[in-house]
T-cell receptor, first 112, second 118 residues
Framework: DQQVKQNSPSLSVQEGRISILNCDYT??????FLWYKKYPAEGPTFLIS?????DKNEDGRFTVFLNKSAKHLSLHIVPSQPGDSAVYFC???????????FGQGTRLTINP | GAGVSQTPSNKVTEKGKYVELRCDPI?????LYWYRQSLGQGPEFLIY????????DSGLPNDRFFAVRPEGSVSTLKIQRTERGDSAVYLC????????????????FGDGTRLSIL
């Protein structure tokens, strides 16, 4: 079963506007969540993370929001820039475990 | 280089052959992970090392897959009797993790080895 789901395979946003990427999870034991960005032929690059004891974490243009009751998290990028065009993966780690469980990814395209 | 290094970047071989994929983690990182990514999917966990020992190998798909980390640094993923379904990008990651699961540290990935089984 898919414990981490990114239901939007792709998203297109105009440069300068806000990009919102969504992720849902089913495992209530997840306590640490991460977002990774991936360019073609490169490995995933860590962007930002959030612990389950928080509901928001901000780092520059990137903000992650966590809604534990809804088992939902989102990544906001504002303002969006052409270099943000990439595939974004949501990942989660269960309490007591080390492995990450990834979503299927969302391809973000920033249009000039 | 400061990042995770994986070699080779590409590997093409025939069905039934044996392959070895190498991972050189970030210096000082005690935790090392292997993942596999198929087209259109997110990375899927294979195995996790803490130091020299495999702390979690629950993601290895079958006994054709094996990984070692004899000195607690470089790791090798070994695949015997390769099958066409083994074709994927094999990713390695490392983190400055210890046994404390409450010390939240992100995993840092290499660029992967693209394995193609003909």
């Amino acid at each position: 079963d898919q414990q981490v789901k990114q239901n939007s395979p792709s998203l297109s946003v105009q440069e300068g506007r806000i990009s919102i990427l969504n992720c849902d999870y089913t495992n209530s034991m997840f306590d640490y969540f991460l977002w990774y960005k991936k360019y073609p032929a490169e490995g995933p690059t860590f962007l930002i993370s959030i612990s389950s004891i928080k509901d928001k974490n901000e780092d520059g243009r990137f903000t992650v929001f966590l809604n534990k009751s809804a088992k939902h998290l989102s990544l906001h990028i504002v303002p969006s820039q052409p270099g943000d065009s990439a595939v974004y993966f949501c990942a989660a780690r269960a309490e007591g475990a080390q492995k990450l469980v990834f979503g299927q990814g969302t391809r973000l395209t920033i249009n000039p | 280089g400061a990042g995770v290094s994986q070699t080779p970047s590409n590997k093409v071989t025939e069905k039934g052959k044996y392959v070895e994929l190498r991972c050189d983690p970030i210096s000082g990182h005690t935790a090392l992970y292997w993942y596999r990514q198929s087209l259109g999917q997110g990375p899927e966990f294979l195995i996790y090392f803490q130091g020299t020992g495999a702390a979690d190998d629950s993601g290895l798909p079958n006994d054709r897959f094996f990984a070692v980390r004899p000195e607690g640094s470089v790791s090798t993923l070994k695949i015997q009797r390769t099958e066409r379904g083994d074709s994927a990008v094999y990713l390695c990651a490392s983190s400055p993790r210890t046994e404390d699961s409450h010390s939240n540290q992100p995993q840092h990935f290499g660029d992967g080895t693209r394995l193609s089984i003909l």
